[in-house]
């Protein structure tokens, strides 16, 4: 399984960007898997990384951290297997590596367990 993701580049403050997140490949053989709940993750140069927005599986809520509600905006397609995160108002704030989460339930023979998988990340940088 990989998480591959694209959309990040060079934007101007007050720009937009909208990033996009597709979950390919299979598990090992005898398995199958369902994508659990999605997630946007950033870290900035000298900063941990920080939760930017997660939605569940199942239409749920979305979750955002404060700094980017009623700007970012996550969505997935899950018939496509993919996540977007919609970037508006961008600020120089916003400028990170932005990775992709995917919590997966991988089903067996008797068994159902829970896997995690990053993708490798893209860059967002926002001029000011």
């Known amino acids: 399984v990989q998480l591959v993701e694209s959309g990040g580049g060079l934007v101007q403050a007050g720009g937009s960007l909208r990033l996009s997140c597709t979950v390919s490949?299979?598990?090992?053989?005898?398995?199958?898997?369902?994508?659990?709940?999605m997630g946007w993750y950033r870290q900035a140069p000298g900063k941990q990384r920080e939760m930017v927005a997660t939605?569940?599986?199942?239409?749920?809520?979305?979750t955002y951290i404060d700094s980017v509600k009623g700007r970012f905006t996550i969505s997935r397609d899950n018939a496509k297997n993919t996540m977007y995160l919609q970037m508006n108002s961008l600020g120089a704030e916003d400028t990170a590596v932005y990775y992709c989460?995917?919590?997966?339930?991988?089903?067996?023979?008797?068994?159902?367990?829970?896997?995690?998988?990053w993708g490798q990340g893209t860059q967002v940088t926002v001029s000011s």
């Open positions: 989460n995917a919590e997966l339930l991988v089903g067996g023979e008797g068994y159902v367990a829970k896997h995690v998988y």
């Open positions: 939605v569940p599986s199942g239409g749920g809520s979305a």
């Open positions: 490949g299979s598990t090992a053989p005898g398995t199958t898997f369902r994508i659990n709940t």
